[in-house]
């Protein structure tokens, strides 16, 4: 595509990013890579997992949950523990979580996940960067 007015608008395979934690490969788009204030991250989980650090963002996150089979996304597959404002919440179906400017979210928990599931970050933030927290945010695998 090159020599073409709006090549550097396709994005063909310079996003996909090997993440030992996610199953195959991600989307990501942190960095400045969509050239708007908008970063991105698409990824595939399919064992048991968590990311533990309450933290905050100075700009708006939004976290999807999304069944791995796209004729049926509403089936999760999973239990996910999802802690935002210091409220727990369990999510067992199709979900967007919404996260305003400054709202702690975290510990997120894959409790139980008996399928693959999509996992979709879009953020209002050029640069994607780790929350405000007391420690760095964390990602481990739970046995
Ligand atoms: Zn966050």
């Known amino acids: 595509m090159a020599g073409k007015k709006y090549a550097h608008c396709i994005k063909t395979g310079a996003l996909l990013r090997s993440i030992p934690h996610y199953t195959g490969q991600s989307i ?3 960095e400045g890579e969509l050239d708007v204030d908008c970063s991105i991250g698409y990824h595939c989980i399919s064992k048991k997992m968590s990311f533990d650090e309450p933290h905050t963002h100075d700009f708006h996150e939004t976290l999807c949950f999304i069944g791995g089979n796209p004729q049926d996304i509403d089936n999760l597959g999973a239990e996910i523990e999802f802690t ?3 409220e727990k919440h369990l999510i067992t179906s199709a979900t967007v979580v919404s996260i305003p400017p400054h709202l702690e979210h975290c510990p997120i928990v894959f409790k139980k996940v008996t399928k693959p599931l999509i996992f979709l970050e879009i ?7 780790s929350g405000k927290s007391s420690k760095p945010k964390t990602k ?3 046995k």
């Open 28 to 30: 990501v788009a942190h």
């Open 140 to 142: 481990k695998v739970r």
């Open 84 to 86: 935002l404002g210091g």
């Open 123 to 129: 953020s209002r933030t050029r640069n994607w960067k």
